[in-house]
């Protein structure tokens, strides 16, 4: 969570609420299908539900754990996840060959076909070190290399509270390679490295750092690779502009909102979310179809706002 400072905040006046089923919560990333209303989403119980539209809702989809029960994970509370369930968090979907990339908690980078079930394990270390906490992902559409963060190389997500109080700084930026099918650390030392974001021509990733309140911007190609610089608060792509979840400081309280910004890190717009979530976090802000999508791990629904 970040927080942000912007001269113009948007105010909408409704939102839509896609309701998740009865027995889900706690949705925290989305990843869209093109062309149609369909997306997918995790779930604190470690499912992928995918949603097909207001008559069929939501489907279970998939799931990273190998050995989850339905009976013992279906409906169990985001406050206390647990590794026989799986924890799906970032996600993304590769348009083209219709493959959807997982970053579970406890399992660690992996991929799913267009028919779901159990997520096919891709990397569970990179360099030698395990992932801690898979968190983010982004798929570069035209290549199909995918970006993907690791929050810590210490905490797993059992341990947040004392990553936060620490001031943990050992996240990483990760790359796999498609046609290698290898993984590559970029970048270390990040202060909780939560979302990510690549440009449309792979020159640059916006990694969100929630325990720094810091968007740093990494570059990929050039002279110096991998230098970087910081630039602004949390992101989410959108043509050569960038959506990010964060929190905006009122009479000293963290209050939602999105946030839309240039590479540079030049705030566009701030969208105030505060109506529908109080001082909940919001995890994720997607615009799809103009429309912007709203995920927050606090909630039991995905907000909608016609942008």
């Known amino acids: 969570m970040a927080t942000v400072f912007s001269s113009r905040l948007t105010s909408f006046h409704f939102l839509n609420k896609i309701q998740l089923p009865t027995n889900a919560k706690g949705p925290e990333a989305l990843a869209f299908e093109l062309g149609t209303s369909r997306f997918f989403t995790g779930v604190a119980d470690g499912r992928i539900l995918k949603y097909q539209g207001t008559t069929i809702r939501f489907a279970d989809f998939g799931f990273a754990a190998p050995n989850r029960s339905k009976s013992v994970c279906d409906g169990t509370d985001t406050s206390n996840p647990n590794p026989v369930c799986g924890r799906p968090l970032g996600m993304a979907l590769h348009h083209r060959t219709q493959r959807l990339y997982v970053c579970d ?9 267009p028919e779901g079930g159990l997520v096919t394990q891709l990397s569970t270390t990179a360099e030698g070190e395990p992932y801690r906490l898979c968190n983010a992902v982004h798929v570069h559409q035209p290549t199909g290399n995918v970006y993907f963060t690791d929050v810590s190389a210490v905490y797993d997500i059992r341990e947040f509270e004392t990553e936060a109080s620490v001031q943990d700084s050992t996240g990483r930026l990760l790359k796999y390679d498609v046609r ?3 993984v590559t650390v970029l970048f270390r030392n990040l202060s909780g490295a939560a979302g990510v974001a690549v440009d449309e021509q792979e020159k640059f990733a916006l990694v ?6 810091k968007t740093r911007k990494i570059w990929l190609q050039g002279q110096r690779p991998y230098r970087s610089k910081i630039v602004n608060s949390l992101p989410r792509t959108r043509l050569d502009n960038f959506w990010l ?20 890190g030049t705030v566009l717009e701030t969208v105030n979310l505060e109506r529908w979530y ?3 976090k919001v995890s994720e ?4 179809d103009s429309k912007l999508y709203i995920v927050s791990v ?3 629904f995905i907000g909608v706002i016609k942008y």
């Open 105 to 113: 908690a406890f399992f660690g980078f992996g991929v799913l076909g």
């Open 278 to 280: 109080g001082n909940k």
């Open 208 to 213: 969100s750092e929630f325990l720094a309140n």
């Open 298 to 300: 606090s909630v039991d």
């Open 285 to 288: 802000v997607e615009e799809y």
């Open 245 to 264: 979840a964060a929190a905006r400081v009122d009479q000293s309280n963290l209050l939602p909102v999105g946030v839309r910004i240039k590479g540079n």
């Open 180 to 182: 290698s099918k290898q």
